[in-house]
């Protein structure tokens, strides 16, 4: 986990998609293009949850990026 943690350009990523999903939402929301299918608290716990999830997707996988996997 603290290798995961130490990949920065992941963790600012993965802030933005927390911080992104909900601003969007609202936004379509006031726009009124929104569906209505969350409250204002599931937003806000929806867009952490999903931040973390990309955080940690793109931590992991980065990891293993200078990997050569081609057949020799």
């Known amino acids: 986990m603290k290798k995961l943690l130490k ?3 992941s ?4 802030v933005a998609v927390a911080v992104a999903f ?3 939402y609202f936004l379509m929301n006031l726009l ?3 569906n209505g299918m969350f409250s204002w ?9 999903q931040g973390v999830i990309f ?3 793109m931590a992991s996988f ?3 990026r200078d990997e ?5």
């Open 7 to 9: 990949d920065r350009q």
């Open 11 to 14: 963790l600012r990523f993965g």
């Open 22 to 24: 909900p601003l969007i």
């Open 32 to 34: 009124g293009l929104s």
């Open 41 to 49: 608290w599931e937003t806000l716990l929806f867009g952490l949850v």
């Open 55 to 57: 955080w940690f997707c």
């Open 62 to 64: 980065r990891q293993f």
């Open 68 to 72: 050569d996997i081609t057949p020799r």
